[in-house]
């Protein structure tokens, strides 16, 4: 996300951005995006309307229009209140909002969000998405549903590699299938899956074993015929599913 947004010099390869190299064109390429880092990089010094208006300064923004932009996005972003509140009397959410507004400052024609709605209730986050419809928008994100939502293309990135692509429908269909049967019941259901069932996806996942099958109400008759199943619940298979399958459960730093 650095090296797109010309803030870490790129590594190897070829890197464009909006037709436009990273190495020769940065002043261009910084012109032309927002950004919305992971982290809170708004300046404490300044209130939350100089913030805004300091930022419009290097864009060489007029000021009479840059006053205008930012009436609209306080507005906007139900921040018109505390435009001149100090940056630390703000809640997380309204420290969040204001660098989300200020990204759009420029009016820029791509948006690097880096986890944009960490930290944002869910009414805060339809209205963000609502704001972005129309702009490229290019955004790192741990909520499934969101990327689900949201995107039209996405990878799947573990240890810095890409480990999958495609569209979020493609990439559920092609490594989770259309349902997903979750069962709890006794431990020899893993070896009967096993045996009787050699090319079926499943996983274990605690006391649970999580099935991914286009039938599964046929499989849980036949698995209740031999077992004591203690539970079991069908649902639609997910894209968090196919992260979780492809990354690994187990906790990372």
């Known amino acids: 996300m650095r090296m797109i947004y010309c803030n870490s010099p790129k590594t190897a390869g070829k890197l464009e951005v909006a037709g436009l190299d990273v190495d020769r064109h940065p002043r261009e390429i910084k012109a032309l995006i927002g950004v919305a880092p992971q982290e809170n990089n708004l300046d404490p010094d300044f209130t939350v309307h100089q913030n805004l208006a300091v930022y419009s300064r290097y864009f060489d923004i007029p000021r009479e229009e840059a006053e205008k932009r930012i009436n609209q996005l306080l507005e906007f972003f139900h921040l018109q209140d505390v435009r001149n509140y100090p940056i630390d009397k703000l809640s997380t959410g309204m420290k969040r909002r204001l660098i989300l507004a200020?990204?759009?400052?420029?009016?820029?024609?791509?948006?690097?969000?880096?986890?944009?709605?960490?930290?944002?209730?869910?009414?805060?986050?339809?209205?963000?998405?609502?704001?972005?419809?129309?702009?490229t928008v290019l955004l790192t994100t741990?909520?499934?549903?969101?990327?689900?939502?949201?995107?039209?293309?996405?990878?799947?990135?573990?240890?810095?590699r890409i480990i999958a692509e495609g569209s979020p429908q493609h990439l559920v269909e092609e490594y989770a299938g259309r349902e997903v049967l979750e069962i709890t019941g006794e431990a020899a259901i893993v070896d009967y899956l096993t045996r009787n069932y050699s090319n079926l996806d499943f996983e274990t996942v605690e006391k649970a074993v999580h099935i991914f099958v286009d039938e599964p109400e046929l499989l849980l008759i036949d698995l209740r015929k031999n077992f004591k199943i203690e539970r079991?619940?069908?649902?639609?298979?997910?894209?968090?599913?196919?992260?979780?399958?492809?990354?690994g459960r187990e906790l990372r730093d």
């Open 232 to 247: 079991a619940a069908i649902r639609v298979a997910s894209l968090e599913d196919v992260f979780l399958k492809l990354t």
């Open 102 to 135: 200020r990204a759009l400052l420029n009016d820029p024609k791509i948006l690097i969000l880096d986890e944009p709605t960490t930290g944002l209730d869910p009414q805060a986050r339809h209205l963000i998405w609502e704001r972005l419809q129309g702009v």
């Open 142 to 160: 741990h909520y499934m549903e969101e990327a689900a939502q949201l995107c039209d293309r996405l990878v799947i990135m573990d240890h810095g």
